[in-house]
């Protein structure tokens, strides 16, 4: 078991999202401004302990933790569903440089509260690398998705994924299961009590921690040409 911390979440927390999810416009929201601001705190001084604790880990580019939180506010102009304000609180946290590749996301909210990470939207050539490199040897990947570590905290690599070959790629390839990803998503979800629980901010660090064979591997190939030679 992690050892405990005192930046632990309050049950508040989750009541509010409860309520808010029951009263979800800007009228019960401006007259409740003052809970969302006190509720938010809890989540900053969480942020900002967790932030703390990955830069003895890795080396993260978000400079607060504060700066980490997602606003409440909706975007609804291409939504049908015009509700004005999340019914979670999340926050991301940016890896520092160009060598350092995938992101860290942390989201809570009632019955389903989960840590996350990695590459949610690579961009055509990034995609093209990483599938290459699957295509030519795909062995480091395997491993790391079959070490006890990933297992235990991953379970499997999610992500949305083609029903067929990408264009380009033989559909006989050995690696066809991880060519057709289209995200490289790592998660682990938490209940409502361990996310209440003293020990939660060293959870969702470890979590993010081991992560990192994943990244490193993928960060590897992100900035390294077919011929293993630095862009």
Same mark, same amino acid.
């Given at each position: 078991?992690?050892?405990?911390?005192?930046?632990?979440?309050?049950?508040?927390?989750?009541?509010?999202?409860?309520?808010?999810?029951?009263?979800?416009?800007?009228?019960?929201?401006?007259?409740?401004?003052?809970?969302?601001?006190?509720?938010?705190?809890?989540?900053?001084?969480?942020?900002?302990?967790?932030?703390q604790?990955?830069?003895?880990?890795?080396?993260?580019?978000?400079?607060s933790?504060?700066?980490?939180?997602?606003?409440?506010?909706?975007?609804?102009?291409?939504?049908?569903?015009?509700?004005p304000?999340?019914?979670?609180?999340?926050?991301?946290f940016k890896?520092?440089?160009?060598?350092?590749?995938g992101?860290?996301?942390?989201?809570?909210?009632?019955?389903?509260?989960?840590?996350?990470?990695?590459?949610?939207?690579?961009?055509?050539?990034?995609?093209?690398?990483?599938?290459?490199?699957?295509?030519?040897?795909?062995?480091?990947?395997?491993?790391?998705l079959?070490?006890?570590?990933?297992?235990?905290?991953?379970?499997?690599?999610?992500?949305?994924?083609?029903?067929?070959?990408?264009?380009?790629?033989?559909?006989?390839?050995?690696?066809?299961?991880?060519?057709?990803?289209?995200? $490289?998503l790592?998660?682990?979800?938490f209940?409502?009590?361990?996310?209440?629980?003293?020990?939660?901010?060293?959870?969702?660090?470890?979590?993010?921690?081991?992560m990192?064979? $994943?990244?490193?591997?993928?960060?590897?190939?992100?900035?390294?040409?077919?011929?293993?030679?630095?862009?």
């Amino acid at each position: 078991m992690s050892k405990e911390n005192t930046n632990s979440l309050p049950l508040s927390c989750l009541e509010y999202l409860k309520q808010l999810k029951q009263n979800n416009n800007r009228d019960w929201f401006n007259q409740h401004k003052n809970e969302f601001i006190h509720e938010q705190s809890f989540l900053e001084n969480f942020a900002e302990a967790l932030l703390q604790k990955m830069n003895v880990h890795d080396v993260i580019e978000t400079v607060s933790g504060k700066k980490s939180l997602h606003r409440i506010y909706r975007d609804t102009r291409f939504s049908k569903d015009k509700t004005p304000y999340k019914i979670n609180w999340s926050g991301g946290f940016k890896r520092a440089t160009k060598l350092r590749r995938g992101g860290y996301y942390f989201h809570i909210e009632p019955n389903n509260s989960f840590i996350a990470g990695g590459f949610w939207g690579p961009n055509n050539d990034d995609l093209k690398r990483i599938r290459d490199e699957f295509a030519f040897d795909a062995t480091p990947l395997r491993k790391i998705l079959k070490s006890k570590s990933f297992i235990n905290t991953f379970g499997t690599l999610q992500g949305e994924q083609l029903k067929t070959a990408p264009k380009g790629f033989d559909a006989d390839n050995e690696a066809i299961d991880l060519l057709r990803y289209k995200q $490289f998503l790592l998660i682990k979800k938490f209940t409502d009590k361990e996310v209440l629980s003293k020990y939660f901010l060293n959870e969702a660090n470890q979590t993010f921690k081991n992560m990192r064979p $994943f990244f490193d591997y993928m960060s590897e190939i992100l900035t390294t040409d077919v011929n293993g030679l630095e862009l």
